[in-house]
């Protein structure tokens, strides 16, 4: 008997090459596998459409007629396939890139057929690109149902013919072949509460759908469920952890606290960082160990809290360390920490790739005899070599850059685990700081520190780069700094953005010495040299600072009030927030220029225009989110979303995200072992979701 777990490769019509495809291409081994593979969409089948109806703004369009005038156009590699489509209120063109030979071959003029498509204005002609064609006499809506599935396939897919259609009848054969109820993945309490559907009928209904209504308690059950799971994850660990591990006490605040908030803080904290100070405080006292996010808006001002957690650490007797991703920042939080602590007895190190093999004996030395407090660096901290006496705190720098196992060896740094406050660059969207992070508490500044002036952001095209600088100099002229950002060093063949070492050249010419003074910075650089064009801006030698995104992170020249993005469109717009927030840092009014060509995509243009209206990085990171889903959200490329979403969209599905966090946080509050006997089913699933994805393991 065939059952969930069967292979894929014994369903009618499939035979071994097709499912070699779907295993390499969607890692579908199973029926299981199979069956949780769902539509990205639906077509409305019952609804027809007329040529004269269609316009490029519709989604996908289904009409009824005829084809005729085959012609075959382009000529070797390039070649295409035209033909006009007509019903009786017009005309419109189809094409056809790949596949031709199949379409030549088996589409008849004369005939009438359905055509399914999305359509799009070529020059002032509308087309149909890789219509899905069906013979007209076979279609049968009550055959195939109203609402009939989309699956996404890739190019290798329907190369070997596993397109939509033939996922779709691989859907019904599965169905056919397991007759056996799909054993419940919720408990009835929950299903009962909550009106979701049982799980068959919605997974039969999610592929089958015969009414809007079904298919949307289908995938609202589905949705919820998936959602439900990862969060109970999340919920789970957080509670294990608070119940295993013991944290180091932090009760007492001392001289290097008191001194530094009485005698050397030259401002005061905004009302968002001393709440924060104040959770974090407690998380430190609480004899739990600290896993906290701290989420903050560029120039919020989250190094200070980094520095004020630290110094409780100290005194209490403890080390701390502060991590980041790249020397540069590395070496500016140094900068920055040393200069807020000078005068006190604490001096603090900087430890990282290029220390020098004798310096780090002693500062090895130094660590392990508590000598040494804070120790700031890169991955270099990591190392096993890196001893401490007594490290209590770790303060992690945009955390996304680090992997699981390097935040992992963090923790085994003392006997019981440090305490860790993780940092991210910019803010990560509300629905994915719940997902991604979701085992941490978190805490947010929302609120920039007093008299910062807005920044001004325009977005100007490569033509006005004359008026570009005329603004450039007349801040100069007022003593203020700037900075040019390149995407590319070189030139390149393959993009046509902006490079460095061109951008170097015109601005030299335009802003010639003695009267001008330029530095340049970027990745190809050897670090000390980068050290030293740095200090010349920051020291204001030089007027002018000409850089790759090497700069992006955390570089902070206060008299800086300028930056000019090239090729702006380049970027995303979390890089965009980032490398802005270099500027507007002291009091003067600061500005953006967000350089492009006229040749934009939709979303580049919607990128840039979504910058020139706000600067509010909270805003600008669900702007991001909605405009390219989650796993390219900064903050999750590199360590990866932990899971995939098979269903759910966070940008869509935020309330069910919020509400099913509640559900998994009011059983973890009550039974986080998952023991009682109506969790049983929970506890069951959640390990069978952990066991067969390698990437459910807790990240943070
Ligand atoms: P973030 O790391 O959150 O982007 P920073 O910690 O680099 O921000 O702070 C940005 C700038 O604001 C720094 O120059 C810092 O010294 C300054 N700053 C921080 N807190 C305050 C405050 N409460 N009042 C005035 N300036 C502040
Ligand atoms: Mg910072």
Redesign the pocket.
């Known amino acids: 008997m065939p059952n969930l777990s069967s292979d894929i490769k014994f369903l009618p019509g499939m035979g071994p090459k097709k499912a070699e495809v779907l295993k390499t291409e969607l890692g579908i081994v199973t029926l299981e596998d199979l069956i949780y593979y769902f539509p990205f969409k639906y077509i409305d089948r019952s609804k027809f459409y007329t040529v004269s109806e269609v316009h490029p703004d519709l989604p996908y369009v289904q009409l009824r007629g005829k084809i005729s005038n085959f012609a075959l156009k382009g000529n070797g590699r390039t070649q295409y396939l035209t033909a006009v489509f007509s019903d009786t209120t017009g005309h419109l063109e189809l094409v056809w890139f790949k596949g031709l030979k199949w379409i030549t071959e088996n589409l008849s003029t004369g005939k009438e057929y359905i055509v399914l498509g999305k359509a799009a204005l070529y020059g002032s002609k509308l087309n149909i690109a890789h219509p899905e064609t069906e013979d007209a006499e076979k279609f049968d809506p009550n055959l195939s149902g109203i609402l009939e599935p989309a699956y996404n396939t890739t190019e290798k897919m329907k190369r070997a013919f596993v397109h939509s259609k033939a996922i779709f009848r691989f859907q019904q054969a599965a169905f056919r072949m397991l007759s056996a109820e799909f054993a419940e993945t919720l408990p009835y309490y929950i299903r009962e509460k909550y009106h979701l559907m049982p799980l068959r009928e919605a997974l039969f209904n999610v592929h089958f759908p015969q009414t809007n209504i079904e298919l949307k308690k289908a995938r609202y059950r589905l949705i919820f469920e998936e959602l439900f799971y990862i969060q109970l994850n999340l919920l789970k660990t957080k509670a294990f952890r608070a119940k295993k591990f013991k944290g180091y006490t932090f009760d007492k605040i001392g001289t290097c606290f008191n001194t530094f908030f009485n005698e050397k803080l030259p ?4 009302g968002a ?1 001393k709440k924060v100070i104040k959770e974090i405080r407690k998380d430190l006292g609480s004899g739990m160990q600290c896993n906290r996010l701290l989420q ?9 809290v980094a520095l004020m957690s630290m110094l409780i650490a100290l005194d209490n007797g403890f080390q701390a360390c502060l991590m980041a991703p790249t020397e540069i920042l590395a070496q500016q939080h140094f900068a ?1 920490i040393s200069r807020f602590l000078s005068g006190m007895n604490i001096s603090p190190a900087l430890l990282t790739g290029n220390t020098k093999q004798k310096d780090r004996k002693i500062l090895h030395e130094q660590l392990a005899d508590g000598s040494l407090q804070i120790l700031v660096g890169t991955h270099a901290l990591i190392e096993d070599i890196v001893q401490f006496q007594n490290l209590g705190l770790v303060v992690i720098d945009e955390q996304h850059r680090f992997g699981v196992e390097q935040r992992a060896r963090m923790w085994k740094k003392n006997d019981r685990p440090p305490h860790i406050i993780v ?1 991210t660059a910019t803010p990560i969207p509300r629905t994915l700081a719940m997902t991604v992070y979701g085992d941490l508490d978190i805490s947010v ?1 929302n609120e920039l ?3 910062r002036k807005p920044i001004k952001t325009l977005h100007m095209f490569d033509s006005q780069r004359l008026r570009l600088f005329g603004l450039m100099r007349e801040e100069i002229k007022k003593g203020r700094q700037i900075y040019v950002v390149y995407p590319l060093i070189k030139e390149s063949e393959k993009f046509d953005y902006k490079d460095l070492e061109d951008g170097l050249e015109s601005i030299s010419r335009a802003f010639p010495p003695p009267e001008f003074a330029v530095s340049v910075v970027h990745g190809k650089m050897k670090s000390v040299e980068k050290e030293k064009a740095m200090q010349l801006f920051i020291r204001h030698v030089t007027q002018i600072m000409v850089a790759t995104t090497v700069i992006e992170v ?1 570089v ?1 020249v ?1 008299n800086a009030s300028v930056m000019v993005i090239e090729s702006a469109e380049r970027f995303g717009l979390s890089q965009l927030h980032q490398l802005r ?1 270099r500027v507007g ?1 002291g009091a003067e009014m600061s500005y953006c220029y967000l350089m492009s060509s006229h040749k934009l995509s939709t979303e580049a243009r919607k990128r840039l225009q979504i910058m020139t209206e706000t600067t509010d990085g909270f805003k600008i990171s669900e702007e991001d989110l909605k405009l390219r889903g989650p796993g390219d959200i900064e903050g999750t490329q590199q360590s990866g979303m932990p899971f995939d979403l098979k269903i759910s969209n966070l940008v869509q599905d935020s309330e069910i995200l919020a509400l099913v966090r509640n559900v998994a946080s009011d059983i973890v509050d009550v039974d986080f072992e998952l023991s009682l006997p109506e969790n049983e089913i929970l506890g069951f699933q959640l390990k069978k979701l952990i066991r067969s994805s390698k990437n459910w393991s807790v990240v943070s």
Do not use: A
């Open positions: 401002f005061q904290l905004t960082q903050g808006d560029v120039g919020s001002g989250k190094t200070l920055t940092m500044i520190p007093p008299g955390g902070d206060p927030g840092r």
